[in-house]
């Protein structure tokens, strides 16, 4: 029961908030102008139905492209951690094997 009258609240403050934000002109403006602009691209694609199918295609290709691009590059940079985290020991080799050259007596 109580949930249906804060529902029911939430409801009538956004009502009262958006009849309230009416009271200014510019934002009247920009609201009549944005309902004209959706309401035309509804009747639009409401007619041309095979076009929004296609931009609809075009977009998921894009999505898709998106997603591979992004799995690689996260592949290229789980490669480049793993030959990081064998750096350390090979440097340790390097410093291994400069110290004994320089360390070992010189046979001349």
Known sequence: ????????????????????????????????ATTKKVTSAVSYY????????GLIEEKVLAAQVLCESVTDNVNMVAEKVDEFKELPSTIQGM???TKSAFSSPSKE
């Open 46 to 53: 409401a007619a041309n139905r095979g076009e929004l199918q």
């Open 1 to 32: 029961m109580g949930q249906s009258k804060l529902l029911a609240s939430i409801v009538i403050g956004a009502t009262v908030g958006a009849a309230l934000s009416m009271f200014d002109r510019t934002t009247r403006e920009k609201t009549v």
């Open 95 to 97: 410093i291994s094997d």
